[in-house]
């Protein structure tokens, strides 16, 4: 069993900083698993953010939030994170986190992740 809850979306204003939380309930091993962010913003395919490897060690973001936004992951805890910087209302989208059992290599394609949050919204005002 691998399941994925995100929190921490809410409404901002342009330029805030957001953190948002993926936690696993897991009878596994969350270090078996490489995780992912996508967002989907209405009308629009979910799209990958970034991602990262078993350790942490690994990181790969896309080129619309590289340098705003970080991903990081505390295995004590099972969770991982995603930390938002300058946001603009075009992050507005429902943020998920998806799962991946290792061998992992980052993915933008959905069917690649084995497992799915619920999603939580973020708002951007401007």
């Known amino acids: 069993q691998f399941q994925l809850a995100e929190s921490g979306g809410r409404l901002v204003q342009t330029g805030a900083s957001l953190r948002l939380s993926c936690v696993a309930s897991?009878?596994?091993?969350?270090?078996?698993?490489?995780v992912a962010w996508f967002r989907q913003a209405p009308g629009k395919e979910r799209a990958l953010l970034a991602t990262?490897?078993?350790?942490?060690?690994?990181?790969h973001y896309t080129d619309s939030v590289k340098g705003r936004f970080t991903i990081s992951r505390d295995n004590t805890k099972n969770t991982v994170y995603l930390d938002m910087n300058n946001l603009k209302p075009e992050d507005t989208a429902v943020y998920y986190c998806a799962g991946k059992k290792r061998p992992f290599i980052a993915s933008a394609v959905v069917s690649d992740y084995d497992h799915w949050g619920q999603g939580t919204q973020v708002t951007v005002s401007s």
């Open positions: 990262i490897n078993w350790s942490g060690q690994g990181t």
């Open positions: 897991t009878s596994y091993r969350f270090t078996d698993y490489a």
